[in-house]
């Protein structure tokens, strides 16, 4: 499994902020938010892809909204997690 570590540079009515998120899948556009900032903390309670977040930030770029891949790594997957199935995600 692929866990991808992204920052999100935005500007909301309170000023600018930097978040972080963590994604699990297989590196694809499916890949579940399983950690996220306080600021965008619903994108992990939502379970929200990445495909997802993607397309909410594009819709903000005018806010000075921007994502990036900061790091990313194979790692084994935990026993405790499954991907959950596309069906039971947030849309």
Same mark, same amino acid.
């Given at each position: 499994?692929?866990?991808?570590?992204? !920052?999100?540079? $935005?500007?909301?009515?309170? $000023?600018?902020?930097?978040?972080?998120?963590?994604? =699990?899948?297989? &590196? &694809?556009?499916?890949?579940?938010?399983?950690?996220?900032?306080?600021?965008?903390?619903?994108?992990?309670?939502?379970? =929200?892809?990445? !495909?997802?977040?993607?397309?909410?930030? $594009?819709?903000?770029?005018?806010?000075? =909204?921007?994502?990036?891949?900061?790091?990313?790594?194979?790692?084994?997957?935990?026993?405790?997690?499954?991907?959950?199935?596309?069906?039971?995600?947030?849309?």
């Amino acid at each position: 499994m692929i866990e991808t570590l992204a !920052q999100v540079l $935005g500007e909301t009515a309170k $000023g600018p902020f930097a978040a972080g998120l963590v994604l =699990w899948g297989d &590196g &694809g556009d499916g890949d579940v938010v399983v950690e996220a900032a306080p600021i965008i903390g619903y994108m992990k309670k939502q379970g =929200w892809t990445k !495909q997802q977040v993607r397309s909410y930030v $594009g819709m903000r770029k005018h806010k000075g =909204w921007s994502v990036s891949v900061v790091h990313q790594i194979n790692r084994e997957q935990p026993t405790w997690w499954t991907i959950p199935p596309k069906t039971t995600r947030a849309k």
